[in-house]
Each structure stands twice: as structure tokens, then as C-alpha cells.
């Protein structure tokens, strides 16, 4: 059978709503609907743990993945590296002769050596820079997880050392990291204490500099020679080994500042600057050189295998693009906006952003910035969370609107499953809200009206607001039917523990049930219908109810038998049996002047008319939960009928009774009466609520014809 269902649920034609339709139609009661329904359940139950179980083996796998690629990112390192010093042994024999002397050309001539008294300190800066990128190399391969940081050619270090990360609340030592400050930015990576071999350190985060502030941190018990680096939106601090060193840090750190914020303010006047003149081509010496130095650097290409790496490893000579004015004061312009909670155009920045950075060259600078964008990304996030969290009466009495801003600007910035969990989260807390503030006045049907009001008021509220703000959303729209799922349970709860709980007659019971699925039904019409789940939350309370009231019948049917005279019922004036004959009337049960046996008297006694009063109050209760419970027709049927045969079960052992023999004939009156007339009313009414005949009613009228000829001997017997 689960094959089946699994071929049917996996075919590639298969459509929800048909199948469910065809279930519909082909299932008898609920009771197998819930059947097929567990059965769906179970599959499902079944496939999650599949998938589970698929998904932690390639789980495990993506870690073993991981591990390797991080094993073989080092080897690459280290194998760089090697490369990188066997070129360097290779250049070095190329420039020294067999002898050990260097080679024609190779060498610094005296000429060349005067010029080099007086290099450029431009020259000399660049070749510092060089040596300081080698540096970086070096100390890299000692890190996991930081290829993307050579990625940037005019980047080098400046200063390194190891420091002890301190908490910001009580300063104390957290954990061990190697600082690296570079020349565009300052580099974090984390001690790992459990690895060995050269890779001892990963990599955490990569932070501009002008991202970043250096604050000085007075000694305060254990934390000596600490430091502060202000990193929007955090902080974090740092300890030295010694004054020394921390004195190094907060001096490097300044300088290179300052020397950051003038290249990059010299920048944009060398692009727009006119070319001049070259001042080497005045100096005889440096054209030697440069002839020299071409024949052998043509030499030295033709004959060196690292050419290529040499030559693609230079720098290129073109400037980066430079970052417009508006993405710099993005950030602050981002903070302004979000503190003063103008959430529209902080998205609009942040979507001017966005669209600035997929056209924009993937540099590092702009991978920072955009970094710090998503993570003012996030701060807005948070304060708009904040702002559907329904806390305080502002929130919970703004009414359905109230929330459609908020959410408007998570669905912009592609949080739609968060707006759908807060908006209906929001939803939730204003229907508890107003729940709470009803009052339980009155009896129990003016208290159940005005919670189904309130109940289904704020639901056909969230579903048209819904509707609107979540339109072209269909991915959440389960969401919504699971929450109004919970919503119908948490009111069924409320709803049977008032109705249910307390001494509530089967008549206020039904009016009730029938009050809140009138209510469900008018709810439906926005294309959401709970009434399976209201039924399925007072399924059980409604049996044990039904089933009290028609224990409480019989127990009164034979407290009536016992306490029966069998006398008939006398008026004391034609005015009171005019008021009971439209009594009757009105109850549906007319004709009675054939029963009277005189003026004002008649012939039925007063519990077989008390029986009357009660019975049809009965049916009509009755009828009312089959109408809105059409489940439970089993049970409702056979307790009309467990009734009335109750009743006609006395009247016969009363007509049976030897010491009734004189009162035979009243007796075997109010036994047709309800064979007659109770019994096919009660049988009128039911088909004219639910259009078929009752199954079992019929079968009580073999009980006429004892009556009847009962009657019959009596009277001839008389005669």
C-alpha cells in the first residue's frame, strides 16, 4: 500500500488537488479521510528521516572535503614557496661565473655603483615595498584560510607580532591572535593550539583601515599594555607582551593612517597630472646602464625558465577606479538614516549600493565596503524587526496596517520568510491581546458570540492583509495556512473549555457549535476553510456531551415510569387550555383535541406531555449538531432512537402490568400518542433537515400494533 501511494505521490502527472478531490469522493466518513490522512503523514515522516540521513552523509563528507582542501591550500603554499626560493638560486647562478665572479653585464659598474649612492628614494620606497610583500608571502604560509588577502598586488606588510584578544566587559584574556597590519588594512588570525606542523594560525577577519580607530587603554588590574581598535559597529581589544610593543602597535598604526589617506589623496591629482619629462634621460650613466641592461635582461629572458612568472607577477601600471564620493559616505549616511528610523531611504541606499557593486571590480576594497553594507544590512533588519514586535498597546492597537510598512521593507531586501514569520508572529500577539480583554459576562452563549467575533474579526483581518502585503509570495503561503491552524486550535481550546467545561445544557452546547461554524463558513469565503479543524478540536468534547444528554433522557424517562399515576391532565379553565394547545402548536406538535375526553380534560398524563416538552427540545438540538457535525450522524441517530425506545419500553411493560389492568385504556392512549404522533414527528424533522429518512426511527412502530390491540380487548372486554 505505502508503494502505491509512494508511485502516485513521485508520478511526474501528479496534481495535488486532484488527488485530494479523488479522495474526497472516494472515502465514507472522516474516519478514513483520517486514515489516508496518517498514511500521508507516515510517508512523509519517512522521506524527512531519508533525506536527513542523506543530508548529515554529505554532511560528513563536505567536512572530510574541507579538510583536504585545507591540507592541500598548504601544500600550495609551501610549494610556492620553494618555487619562489629556487628562483631566486637560479637567478643568483645565472649572475655569478664559474670562477664566482659575476658575469659581464651582471654586475654594478663603478658608474652604477655612484648612481646607486644617489637612487630615488621613490625607487628605494618601491623596493622596500617588494621586500615587505615577500615578507607577507612568507608569513602567510603560516596561516589557514588567507589566499584572498595576495590577492591585491599593491598590498605589503607593515607590522606583525602576536597579541592576546581581552573582553570588553572585564578585560580578561580570551584568546591568542596574530595581528598583521598591512599597508590598506589590518588582518586577524586565530592561534590554533591543537595543530601542528607550520600552518599555525587561521584566518578570521580582514578589517580597512579606514574602517578602523586605535584608542589607548589605561592599565587597569590585570590588563596592562591593552589598546583598542574601533571597528564599526564593535570594538575590540587587544594586549601586548610589553609597553615596547604596544607603543610599536599604536605608532604603526597612526603612521600608516596618515600614509593611506595621502595616497590616497595624491591619487586622483597624479591621473589628471600632464606628462613631463623624463629627468634619466639627462643622465649619460643611466643610458649606459640601460643599454647594458637591456642586452642582458633580453639575455637573461631568453635563458630564464621563470620569465613568464616574473613578468605576469608585475604589477599592473594601470590605477584602480577610484570609489565615488557617495559609496564613501554610504556608511554614515546608512547610520543616519536607520537612527532616525527613515527606513525608505536607507533602502534605497542600500539598493543603490547593491547595484553599484555588481557593475564595480571586484577588488578587496570594495569586497570591505560591501561588507560593512550588509552589515548595516543587518542593523536595519534588527530595528525593523523591532518594529512588528508587538510589544506595548501602540503596537497591538495599530490596527492590520500598522505592520505593513515594516514588513514592505523586509520583503525589499529579500527576507520574505522572516517578514512571513514576524508579520504573523504579529498577528498572533494581537489576537492574544484581544482575547484576553473579554470578559466572561452573561451565560455562556452571549460570551461564546462575541469570541467567535473577535476570533474570527482578526482572522479575516490577517488573511486580506495578507493577501496584500504577501502577494506575490506564494512560497508563504503555507506559512499562513499553518498559522491559522494554530490559531484555530488555540481557539477551539478556549472555546470548549467555556462551552464544554461548565454545566451547559445540550441546547446552549449546539447553539454555540452552530453560532462558531456559521462562523467558519463565512471565513471560507476568503479561500481558507477551518472547519475540519474546528471540528477535529471538539470532536471528542461533543461525543461525551452528546452522550450525557441522551444518559440524562433515559434516566429521566425512568424516573417519570416510576413516579407515573396515569391520570389524565385536567384544566381549570378553557383559557389555560388554550394556552397549552398554542404551547404545542408552536413546538410542532398539533391535533391534541383528539385526545381530550372532556371539556377540559386530557386525555394524556403529564409526563408523557412533560416527555413531549423535552423530546422535541431534544431533536432540535440534535438536528442542529448534525447539521454542523455531520461525523458524528452514527451517534445522534441512534440516540434519538434510544429515546424514544426508552419511552415506548415503559409504556409497553406498563400496558403488560397486572395491577394497571383498570387504567389499560389511558395507558395504551398515551402509548399510541407517542407511537402516533411523537414518533413520526421526530421522524418529519429529521429528514427535513438532513434530506434521507432516519435509518433505525421506523423499526420503534412494531409497537403499535401491541398497543393497539391492547385497546382493542380492553374495550371489547368492557363492552
Known amino acids: 500500500?505505502?508503494?502505491?501511494?509512494?508511485?502516485?505521490?513521485?508520478?511526474?502527472?501528479?496534481?495535488?488537488?486532484?488527488?485530494?478531490?479523488?479522495?474526497?469522493?472516494?472515502?465514507?466518513?472522516?474516519?478514513?479521510?483520517?486514515?489516508?490522512?496518517?498514511?500521508?503523514?507516515?510517508?512523509?515522516?519517512?522521506?524527512?528521516?531519508?533525506?536527513?540521513?542523506?543530508?548529515?552523509?554529505?554532511?560528513?563528507?563536505?567536512?572530510?572535503?574541507?579538510?583536504?582542501?585545507?591540507?592541500?591550500?598548504?601544500?600550495?603554499?609551501?610549494?610556492?614557496?620553494?618555487?619562489?626560493?629556487?628562483?631566486?638560486?637560479?637567478?643568483?647562478?645565472?649572475?655569478?661565473?664559474?670562477?664566482?665572479?659575476?658575469?659581464?653585464?651582471s654586475g654594478l659598474s663603478g658608474v652604477q655603483e655612484?648612481?646607486?649612492?644617489?637612487?630615488?628614494?621613490?625607487?628605494?620606497?618601491?623596493?622596500?615595498?617588494?621586500?615587505?610583500?615577500?615578507?607577507?608571502?612568507?608569513?602567510?604560509?603560516?596561516?589557514?584560510?588567507?589566499?584572498?588577502?595576495?590577492?591585491?598586488?599593491?598590498?605589503?606588510?607593515?607590522?606583525?607580532?602576536?597579541?592576546?584578544e581581552l573582553s570588553q566587559d572585564d578585560y580578561s584574556g580570551q584568546q591568542r591572535v596574530r595581528a598583521c597590519l598591512l599597508n590598506d588594512s589590518f588582518m586577524l588570525a586565530t592561534w590554533l593550539a591543537d595543530r601542528r606542523g607550520p600552518v599555525r594560525y587561521r584566518f578570521e577577519t580582514l578589517h580597512l583601515l579606514d574602517a578602523l580607530v586605535p584608542v589607548n587603554v589605561k592599565d587597569r588590574g590585570q590588563a596592562t599594555n591593552a589598546f583598542k581598535l574601533l571597528i564599526f559597529p564593535d570594538a575590540r581589544a587587544f594586549q601586548a607582551p610589553s609597553p615596547k610593543i604596544k607603543s610599536e602597535w599604536l605608532e604603526h598604526l597612526e603612521r600608516t593612517k596618515k600614509d593611506r589617506v595621502a595616497a590616497q589623496q595624491k591619487q586622483p591629482t597624479a591621473e589628471h597630472r600632464a606628462p613631463v619629462a623624463n629627468p634619466d634621460s639627462e643622465n649619460p650613466f643611466l643610458k649606459q646602464q640601460d643599454s647594458v641592461g637591456s642586452r642582458d635582461s633580453q639575455d637573461d629572458d631568453e635563458t630564464n625558465p621563470f620569465s613568464w612568472w616574473s613578468s605576469s607577477s608585475a604589477p599592473p601600471q594601470s590605477q584602480v577606479p577610484q570609489t565615488p564620493e557617495w559609496m564613501q559616505e554610504l556608511p554614515e549616511d546608512l547610520d543616519?538614516?536607520?537612527?532616525?528610523?527613515?527606513?525608505?531611504?536607507?533602502?534605497?541606499?542600500?539598493?543603490?549600493?547593491?547595484?553599484?557593486?555588481?557593475?564595480?571590480?571586484?577588488?578587496?576594497?570594495?569586497?570591505?565596503?560591501?561588507?560593512?553594507?550588509?552589515?548595516?544590512?543587518?542593523?536595519?533588519?534588527?530595528?525593523?524587526?523591532?518594529?512588528?514586535?508587538?510589544?506595548?498597546?501602540?503596537?497591538?492597537?495599530?490596527?492590520?496596517k500598522a505592520a505593513r510598512r515594516a514588513v514592505n521593507i523586509l520583503l525589499q531586501l529579500n527576507k520574505q520568510q522572516m517578514a512571513c514569520e514576524l508579520f504573523l508572529k504579529y498577528r498572533t500577539a494581537i489576537l492574544k491581546s484581544a482575547?484576553?480583554?473579554?470578559?466572561?459576562?452573561?451565560?455562556?452563549?452571549?460570551?461564546?458570540?462575541?469570541?467567535?467575533?473577535?476570533?474570527?474579526?482578526?482572522?479575516?483581518?490577517?488573511?486580506?492583509?495578507?493577501?496584500?502585503?504577501?502577494?506575490?509570495?506564494?512560497?508563504?503561503?503555507?506559512?499562513?495556512?499553518?498559522?491559522?491552524?494554530?490559531?484555530?486550535?488555540?481557539?477551539?481550546s478556549k472555546f470548549c473549555q467555556h462551552v464544554f467545561s461548565t454545566q451547559s445544557s445540550l441546547t446552549t452546547v449546539s447553539e454555540c457549535v452552530s453560532l462558531a461554524d456559521h462562523y467558519c463558513k463565512q471565513a471560507s469565503k476568503t479561500g481558507l476553510d477551518l472547519r475540519f479543524a474546528l471540528h477535529a478540536s471538539m470532536s471528542r468534547d461533543l461525543e461525551r456531551r452528546v452522550a450525557s444528554a441522551r444518559d440524562q433522557m433515559l434516566d429521566a424517562i425512568k424516573l417519570r415510569a416510576q413516579d407515573e399515576s396515569w391520570q389524565p391532565t385536567k384544566f381549570t379553565d378553557e383559557r389555560q387550555l388554550q394556552t397549552f394547545m398554542e404551547e404545542m402548536n408552536d413546538i410542532g406538535v398539533a391535533g391534541l383535541n383528539e385526545y381530550l375526553t372532556d371539556a377540559l380534560v386530557l386525555g394524556l398524563t403529564s409526563s408523557v406531555l412533560e416527555l413531549v416538552r423535552v423530546m422535541v427540545a431534544f431533536v432540535e438540538d440534535v438536528l442542529r449538531l448534525l447539521v454542523v457535525w455531520p461525523d458524528a450522524q452514527q451517534l445522534l441517530a441512534d440516540s434519538l432512537t434510544a429515546v424514544l425506545e426508552a419511552q415506548l419500553h415503559q409504556c409497553k411493560?406498563?400496558?403488560?402490568?397486572?395491577?394497571?389492568?383498570?387504567?389499560?385504556?389511558i395507558v395504551c392512549l398515551n402509548s399510541l400518542f407517542v407511537v402516533d404522533?411523537?414518533?413520526?414527528?421526530?421522524?418529519?424533522?429529521?429528514?427535513?433537515?438532513?434530506g434521507f429518512a432516519h435509518p433505525t426511527l421506523r423499526t420503534l412502530a412494531r409497537y403499535r400494533q401491541l398497543f393497539a390491540t391492547s385497546a382493542d380487548s380492553h374495550t371489547s372486554g368492557f363492552v
Request: glycine letters at 4%; one cysteine or more.
Open 435 to 492: 482575547l484576553q480583554r473579554l470578559r466572561l459576562e452573561g451565560d455562556t452563549e452571549v460570551y461564546i458570540r462575541h469570541l467567535c467575533a473577535v476570533y474570527f474579526r482578526n482572522l479575516n483581518d490577517t488573511l486580506n492583509e495578507f493577501n496584500k502585503v504577501f502577494a506575490s509570495c506564494k512560497s508563504c503561503l503555507p506559512a499562513l495556512v499553518v498559522w491559522a491552524g494554530d490559531s484555530m486550535n488555540s481557539f477551539a
Open 114 to 164: 655612484a648612481v646607486q649612492e644617489f637612487e630615488d628614494p621613490q625607487e628605494a620606497r618601491l623596493r622596500q615595498q617588494r621586500e615587505n610583500r615577500k615578507k607577507l608571502s612568507a608569513l602567510l604560509e603560516n596561516i589557514e584560510g588567507c589566499s584572498h588577502v595576495l590577492e591585491e598586488p599593491e598590498r605589503w606588510l607593515v607590522y606583525e607580532g602576536d597579541l592576546v
Open 677 to 690: 404522533v411523537l414518533l413520526p414527528l421526530t421522524e418529519q424533522r429529521y429528514t427535513e433537515v438532513t
Open 1 to 105: 500500500m505505502a508503494d502505491i501511494l509512494v508511485k502516485k505521490l513521485t508520478a511526474d502527472d501528479f496534481d495535488a488537488e486532484k488527488y485530494v478531490q479523488s479522495l474526497s469522493h472516494s472515502s465514507v466518513g472522516g474516519l478514513e479521510l483520517q486514515q489516508q490522512r496518517q498514511r500521508v503523514l507516515q510517508l512523509s515522516k519517512e522521506t524527512s528521516a531519508l533525506l536527513k540521513k542523506n543530508v548529515y552523509n554529505n554532511y560528513m563528507q563536505f567536512i572530510e572535503t574541507a579538510k583536504e582542501i585545507s591540507q592541500l591550500e598548504s601544500e600550495m603554499y609551501q610549494l610556492s614557496h620553494l618555487i619562489t626560493d629556487q628562483k631566486s638560486i637560479l637567478s643568483m647562478m645565472l649572475e655569478v661565473t664559474i670562477s664566482g665572479d659575476k658575469g659581464p653585464g
Open 336 to 400: 543616519q538614516a536607520i537612527a532616525q528610523r527613515n527606513f525608505e531611504d536607507a533602502l534605497t541606499l542600500i539598493q543603490r549600493a547593491r547595484e553599484y557593486f555588481t557593475q564595480a571590480p571586484k577588488t578587496l576594497v570594495n569586497a570591505e565596503m560591501k561588507r560593512g553594507v550588509e552589515t548595516r544590512v543587518k542593523t536595519l533588519v534588527s530595528v525593523v524587526r523591532a518594529e512588528l514586535a508587538a510589544s506595548g498597546e501602540r503596537s497591538l492597537n495599530a490596527g492590520p
Open 653 to 665: 411493560a406498563a400496558v403488560q402490568h397486572p395491577m394497571l389492568k383498570d387504567k389499560t385504556s
